[in-house]
């Protein structure tokens, strides 16, 4: 029992202050998760840091509370913005994920006299100016919209202390290596830097080795690792089926909470459409979205008044829901990295989950791909398109059904169609007394026989009247003269 006790590690135990293990408590969490355990104590060290683990292990609140931790001696409670310059500064790709990466600092700050905001483009950069003008502690940002902000002398960097980058990997697919190296341009030299990713590239290597010294690394999983608790499912289905497919999922497994990938924009808005019709409640979320839209769409899909978010991978390392019990890939992504991401967002915090990915014949490269990234096989599913039956034919197909009802149907149906081809017909009358006018030859008027007198009978023939007044062509029809006539 004493040897049980000796190695409990609990937040307690890991050197944090009392404030902060309080407030974790309060959020119902007592004992940290693997990599909280194996960061915390080297974060606190001052060491450098590469730190990977599976999405939904808690690598927020792995670099977010020895952060407070170290800036707990510059706490203060004055009023003066000069008394709280920015001493950690945290970086994300996307701007779901830094809004919830702020949530937390808030959360785990909440009994300690540190400022914090987040700064992301997508809305007014005006909106966001007089948070930074009262002084903060800590600042959570995308890159664009730091620099956006350091070009407007709204905020300094020259005092931090901490850089932190989330999701590093992630930042390096979207193209910020340019703007990652503006940024680490305006920081003190003298500085401790974390990476926090749930997959770690080549890529991630070299960018280590150029921003970090002498960095310890921890690796909970192994290396570009998806969770074991999430079951993968993988579905054959020609391109043309994937919707109706996805329909059937999403009613067959009774599913309150679909999360559905797409390659782009344009797809998401889409399927999402295609689903309304569908009679399944479903909302897009993606780069050409407000940032309003989107918390709209997010909020609403947490709070269950819609049962399918379709996304690009724009929001995958943004989405943080409890519990999600499915996620689809209807399509699959081109950086199979993107997978691990993407499958992240079930199975999160020991909680069980299901991912399934639609897969058509021409992506079968692709899964290959994320197959030879995560060293494992799938097992390949063929699956048909649904043959959905109307409303009237199942009602027929039920026991007690009256021979009557078919039989309206029917009649229906034929009415139906017969509206379909004859609705948009003219009416009988007036299309044979317009189409006896159209197709009678041309006659001229007795007025048109005698001013074309003198007219050649080949250039009368033309159905042309001369205007002598105009000299301009007049179309026969309104008594007028042909171009031949007005060369002479």
């Not at 039956?389 to 149907?409: E, L, N, T, V």
Request: aromatic share 4%.
């Amino acid at each position: 029992m004493i040897e049980d006790t000796a190695t409990t590690v609990t937040f307690a135990t890991l050197n944090l202050d009392p404030l902060i293990v309080k407030a974790v408590e309060e959020e119902g969490y007592t004992e940290p998760t693997p990599i909280q355990k194996e960061a915390i104590p080297h974060v606190l060290a001052g060491h450098d840091l590469m730190a990977m683990a599976q999405t939904g292990t808690g690598k927020t609140a792995a670099f977010t509370l020895p952060l407070l931790q170290g800036l707990l001696p510059y706490a203060s409670t004055s009023a003066s913005p000069a008394r709280h310059p920015i001493r950690g500064l945290i970086l994300a790709p996307t701007r779901e994920l830094a809004i919830q990466v702020q949530e937390s600092v808030e959360t785990y700050s909440k009994h300690l006299p540190l400022r914090s905001t987040v700064v992301f483009g997508g809305i007014d950069i005006k909106t966001q100016k007089p948070a930074l003008m009262k002084g903060i502690e800590i600042l959570v940002a995308t890159p664009g919209r730091l620099l956006d902000h350091v070009e407007s002398r709204n905020l300094q960097l020259n005092q931090v202390q901490v850089l932190i980058l989330d999701e590093a990997d992630r930042m390096l697919d979207m193209g910020f290596m340019p703007d990652l190296k503006r940024i680490l341009a305006l920081l003190p030299k003298k500085r401790q830097t974390l990476l926090f990713s749930a997959t770690f590239s080549n890529d991630i290597k070299k960018l280590a080795q150029d921003f970090l010294v002498d960095p310890v690394t921890v690796e909970i999983a192994r290396r570009n690792a998806t969770a074991d608790l999430v079951k993968q499912s993988v579905y054959m289905v020609d391109s043309n089926s994937k919707k109706d497919v996805l329909a059937e999922l999403i009613r067959s497994r009774g599913a309150s909470q679909v999360l559905v990938f797409t390659r782009t924009k344009l797809m998401a808005a889409r399927l999402s459409r295609l689903l309304e019709r569908d009679g399944i409640t479903a909302e897009s979320i993606h780069g050409d979205k407000s940032q309003q839209e989107r918390i709209k769409a997010l909020d609403a899909f947490k709070e269950g008044r819609i049962t399918a978010l379709v996304a690009t991978d724009v929001a995958a390392r943004g989405l943080d829901i409890d519990d999600l019990p499915l996620v689809v890939n209807y399509e699959l992504p081109p950086n199979a990295e993107d997978y691990v991401h993407r499958i992240g967002r079930t199975g999160r915090a020991g909680a069980s989950g299901e991912a399934i990915s639609l897969v058509d014949a021409e992506e079968e490269r692709l899964l290959l791909d994320i197959e030879k990234l995560v060293k494992r096989q799938f097992v390949r599913e063929k699956i048909d398109a649904p043959q959905h039956k109307s409303s009237h034919a199942a009602a027929d197909s039920r026991p007690g059904s009256a021979p009557k009802h078919a039989s309206s149907d029917r009649s229906a149906s034929a009415k139906s169609e017969s509206y379909k081809s004859e609705s948009h017909k003219p009416a009988p009358r007036k299309s044979k007394a317009i189409d006896d006018w159209f197709d009678k030859p041309y006659e001229p008027t007795p007025n048109a026989i005698r001013a074309d007198a003198a007219i050649n009978a080949t250039e009368g023939s033309c159905g042309l009247v001369r205007n002598k007044k105009s000299q301009k062509e007049v179309p026969a029809l309104l008594g007028g003269l042909g171009q031949s006539l007005l060369k002479r």
